[in-house]
């Protein structure tokens, strides 16, 4: 889908909250985990309705934000009616269970179902992480947020680290791409090659294989850039 997108200049408040809040988002994860990082101040979704047509939304206390196959629009919350609605420019969206029915003039898209896999990525998109990967036994997930920082989450997210980005090293060749940090205490390093990978739960496909190194324990999984 084409569509704008909104973009967030990222603080360092804002980095660390990633961190804090990235806890859960594993694909396939076993191990109980909290909700979705974006639930801190928002929630994205990506709805499937009948028909085949799909869009993304990103609600917030008082609107939502949607990103149709044409258009992006902010729609403010309506106290009124069953569920919860957003209403405006001719276009009205309604979630109310597990559904959600959006309608933009005379066009009615009915029983939308959120695909909470897809949200996830999405979701990380709109936080303005660039590349994202995730791995398995134990759940992992390693984000490039904004340019400026390198933030890993594993064992189910009970160990967060977030290192400021260093400049990566590019071997062409090889198709690799390498962060390496070693700040005396510890040593991390993320290898991404561009290598057709698949998840090993899930088994969904994705353009780049990850590859990280803590201390010496070894991560192995798969990505794909987000923007």
């Not at 909250?17 to 594993?26: N, P, Q, R, S, Y």
């Not at 191990?31 to 801190?40: C, F, G, N, R, S």
């Not at 609605?85 to 959600?100: C, L, M, P, T, V």
Request: glycine share 10%; hydrophobic share 35%; with cysteine.
């Amino acid at each position: 889908m084409n569509r704008l997108r909104k973009t967030t200049k990222l603080s360092k408040l804002g980095i660390l909250l990633l961190a804090a809040a990235a806890t859960g988002c594993f694909a396939g994860a076993r191990a109980p985990v909290p909700a979705q990082p974006e639930q801190l101040s928002s929630r994205t979704y990506v709805y499937e309705c009948n028909g085949g047509y799909e869009f993304v939304v990103q609600t917030e206390e008082n609107q939502a934000w949607l990103f149709l196959p044409h258009q992006t629009v902010r729609l403010p919350r309506s106290r009124s009616g069953a569920g919860v609605w957003y209403r405006g420019n001719q276009i009205s969206f309604q979630i109310k269970n597990d559904e959600a029915q959006l309608e933009v003039g005379e066009t009615v898209h009915r029983h939308c179902r959120n695909n909470h896999a897809k949200a996830i990525w999405e979701g990380a998109k709109l936080r303005g992480v660039d590349f994202r990967g995730v791995g398995n036994e134990p759940g992992w997930i390693v984000e490039i947020v904004g340019g400026e920082a390198i933030v890993f989450i594993s064992d189910y997210g009970q160990q967060r680290q977030v290192f400021a980005k260093p400049e990566p090293t590019i071997d062409p060749d090889a198709r690799t791409t390498t962060y390496t940090i070693d700040d005396l205490t510890q040593t991390f390093t993320l290898v991404i090659t561009g290598a057709p990978c698949r998840d090993t739960m899930s088994g969904e496909a994705f353009s780049a294989t990850v590859n990280i190194t803590v201390n010496g324990r070894t991560f192995q999984g798969c990505g794909k850039p987000l923007h």
